[in-house]
T-cell receptor, first 111, second 113 residues
Framework: EDKVVQSPLSLVVHEGDTVTLNCSYE??????LLWYKQEKKAPTFLFMLTSSGIEKKSGRLSSILDKKELFSILNITATQTGDSAVYLCAVEEYNNNDMRFGAGTRLTVKP | DVKVTQSSRYLVKRTGEKVFLECVQD?????MFWYRQDPGLGLRLIYF???????EKGDIPEGYSVSREKKERFSLILESASTNQTSMYLC????????????FGPGTRLTVT
């Protein structure tokens, strides 16, 4: 059965810490993996990854995909309280328009 | 600016009522999606549409139907609302083709009492 598994489910850190969020997947026809940040409203798009080994960066956030081991990580350096959110990983498949989401990692950054 | 709007932010309905959730996008996207989000379960796809009058079932279509009469509008219908349909409902849209990204609306929090 196709699935997307995120770990940890929740994480509490202090400002300035670095965190690594994990997303592993098993899907039949992988096309891309996406990371979203969800606060009190709808998820906002962070990264789309399609190729192994190519790091994508946006400020303090970065992400990389390993298509051989079927996982991705999302790194956040020098965390801030504004980084507190649920981070969602989603995998997109070819031949349909479906996106399969993980359950999310709830990150809490304490001052 | 990309925009996906949903008709209501909060909605309270009674069991057995027929419920309509409306979603409108102004980006001329071909694809539109309805998800529900529940704690610990992530986003689950209910239905999606890749063209006007076209629809496909997602992972959890039971108890729901959809309508797409115009490209910009995608409606989710609960024929007879039940308490287990209390949830956050998210609409999204995207262009067709490879490696698109989905744009989400603000969500509708539906409570069925």
């Amino acid at each position: 059965e196709d699935k997307v598994v995120q770990s940890p489910l929740s994480l509490v850190v202090h400002e300035g810490d670095t965190v690594t969020l994990n997303c592993s997947y098993e899907v039949t026809n992988f096309r891309s993996l996406l990371w979203y940040k969800q606060e009190k409203k709808a998820p906002t798009f962070l990264f789309m990854l399609t190729s192994s080994g190519i790091e994508k960066k946006s400020g303090r956030l970065s992400s990389i995909l390993d298509k051989k081991e079927l996982f991705s990580i999302l790194n956040i350096t020098a965390t801030q309280t504004g980084d507190s959110a649920v981070y969602l990983c989603a995998v997109e498949e070819y031949n349909n328009n479906d996106m399969r989401f993980g359950a999310g990692t709830r990150l809490t950054v304490k001052p | 600016d990309v925009k996906v709007t949903q008709s209501s932010r909060y909605l309270v309905k009674r069991t057995g009522e027929k419920v309509f959730l409306e979603c409108v996008q102004d980006m001329d996207h071909e694809n539109m999606f309805w998800y529900r989000q529940d704690p610990g379960l992530g986003l689950r796809l209910i239905y999606f549409s890749y063209d006007v009058k076209m629809k496909e079932k997602g992972d959890i279509p039971e108890g729901y139907s959809v309508s797409r009469e115009k490209k910009e509008r995608f409606s989710l219908i609960l024929e007879s609302a039940s308490t287990n349909q209390t949830s956050m409902y998210l609409c999204a849209s995207s262009f067709a083709g490879p490696s698109y990204e989905q744009y989400f609306g603000p969500g509708t929090r539906l409570t069925v009492t």
